[in-house]
């Protein structure tokens, strides 16, 4: 739920007590006083909303990975967001924006998903390893170019154009996983491992997939 | 000649239905109709055009990871500072800025002047911000070194990243199998600012551009960036990916791991590091 909430206390209290001429109330059916307060009381209901603002001390934390990241695609989004209102014939809003930002889709195995080496005695070593995977789909903001933006009768929140983006991101994950990106990101990492393990001494490198 | 309430309501009505008639008899389409005769309208639209621009091999090795999460602008705007007092001390001192302000002082007004040029109000009455999440990871980027490309290396090179020696124990009698690798240095391997997903993004929306956007999203990744680095994301980065390879090179039966952090580059490469 986005949007800010605001306390509102309303206060009923006589001002003009004091006054002699208005000291006494004028006369009024007594139901109809009744009702009265009643409508009031429910409007009062209506328009009162809590106002907590929670911001919480933000805190940062550290954890360990093993994660061989090894093939990117690159994406360029042009997006356009367009909301309109009208009253009758008559344009009470009209916002647009046009915009490009580049999208990352990067792959690679995480190595704690389950590695393990099982050397056979002979200088040669079983390799398993899990299957290579999508690890982040994520827009570069350095890369953004910004073609116009209208802002008339209101102007676009943060939350609206970051949404648009989100949109797409299964799309783009998609169509890089269509295009071959797991296999490269696991043939590069077969690579990488192979040759650190050949540097090591290993003389034979068999990937036997992901369970020892 | 004044018309009565009835007689303009009468007009009116006569109007519309002429200008519905119209439309039917000219056959334009009338799925159009509840549209204009219709009090209240919104029409909403958004498009994307995506377009494969490059692909990359990547050789990156990542080892830790460390959220960074600030309130922007709030976390660099220090609450015992104020815009007057900062201008204060510009108008009294000379030079350049960055002579005159302290580095406190300067984060406050880059903060300020950034939320300035975004157009987040930052006054006490509408107090807008946003939440930013920086995710770093460190590691090792092995794209320019031995370990991408062995067959590029010479046998120098080769024998300067890993050597074994072999220790007899006249204690035991046995003989150890001792590994020596050296790793490049620890870098800050991937540095983005986290998108926001508005379902999830439990704080107010605020007015903000894809521009603004990027000036805020640059200033705290580089705010980011010198932080993690100050309290240490290397070397928890080296230690721990040194831990791995430990781990790695003691299943292939050595007895001892010395790991040690150097210059694993290929020789006729720039082995140029990110910070």
């Known amino acids: 739920m986005m949007g800010m909430t605001i306390v509102t206390v309303m206060r009923t209290r006589p001002r003009n007590v004091a006054h002699p001429q208005l000291s006494r109330?004028?006369?009024?059916?007594?139901?109809c006083v009744l009702l009265l307060l009643f409508l009031a009381a429910l409007g009062l209901l209506a328009c009162r909303s809590e106002s907590s603002i929670d911001i919480a001390r933000i805190e940062s934390r550290i954890r360990m990975l093993a994660e061989l990241e090894t093939a990117e695609s690159v994406y360029r989004d042009i997006v356009y967001f367009g909301d309109a209102r009208s009253f009758l014939f008559f344009r009470t809003?009209?916002?647009?924006?046009?915009?490009?930002?580049?999208l990352h889709v990067r792959a690679g195995i995480d190595l704690a998903e389950g590695f393990h080496l099982r050397p056979d005695g002979d200088g040669g070593v079983d390799v398993f390893m899990p299957s290579a995977r999508v690890l982040i789909v994520d827009t570069d903001e350095q890369s953004i170019h910004q073609y116009f933006v209208r802002e008339q009768g209101g102007r676009i929140g943060y939350l609206e154009f970051s949404g648009s983006i989100e949109e797409v991101k299964d799309r783009v994950a998609s169509d890089a996983v269509a295009r071959g990106l797991l296999s490269r990101a696991e043939e590069n990492a077969r690579v990488l491992v192979a040759n650190l393990l050949t540097i090591a001494g290993v003389r034979e490198v068999r990937f036997a997939g992901g369970q020892p | 000649m004044k018309?009565?309430?009835?007689?303009?309501?009468?007009?009116?009505?006569t109007a519309v239905a002429a200008v519905v008639l119209g439309l039917l008899i000219l056959r334009i389409p009338t799925e159009l109709l509840p549209q204009a005769l219709s009090v209240l309208h919104r029409e909403q639209r958004s498009g994307h055009e995506l377009l494969l621009t490059e692909v990359h091999d990547l050789y990156r090795f990542?080892?830790?990871?460390?959220i960074y999460r600030s309130v922007f602008p709030y976390d660099y705007m220090a609450p015992h500072?104020?815009?007057?007092?900062?201008?204060?001390s510009i108008r009294a001192g000379s030079g350049s800025i960055a002579d005159m302000l302290n580095e406190e002082e300067q984060r406050y007004l880059d903060a300020y002047n950034i939320s300035l040029q975004a157009g987040l109000r930052t006054d006490t009455a509408a107090a807008e911000f946003v939440v930013v999440t920086v995710v770093v990871r460190a590691g090792f980027d092995l794209a320019d070194t031995v370990f991408a490309r062995p067959h590029e290396a010479t046998p120098e090179e080769l024998s300067s990243v890993f050597?074994?020696?072999?220790?007899h124990n006249a204690a035991t009698g046995a003989r150890l199998r001792i590994a020596r690798m050296t790793t490049p240095p620890a870098v800050i391997t991937d540095l983005r600012v986290e998108d926001v997903n508005p379902e999830t993004y439990p704080y107010p929306d605020v007015s903000l551009s894809p521009d603004g956007w990027r000036s805020i999203a640059q200033f705290v990744r580089e705010r980011a960036r010198s932080e993690t680095i100050g309290d240490g994301i290397l070397r928890a980065a080296e230690q721990n990916g040194h831990r791995l390879l430990e781990t790695l090179l003691l299943q292939l039966g050595y007895d001892r791991v010395e790991l040690r952090t150097g210059n694993p580059g290929l020789s006729h490469e720039n082995a140029g590091f990110r910070d």
């Open chain 1, 25 to 31: 109330p004028p006369r009024m059916h007594a139901t």
């Open chain 2, 81 to 88: 500072l104020s815009l007057a007092s900062i201008l204060r």
């Open chain 2, 3 to 13: 018309l009565s309430a009835a007689a303009v309501l009468a007009l009116l009505s």
């Open chain 2, 62 to 66: 990542h080892t830790v990871e460390y």
């Open chain 1, 93 to 102: 809003m009209d916002r647009r924006l046009l915009f490009a930002v580049n």
């Open chain 2, 163 to 167: 050597s074994v020696e072999e220790v």
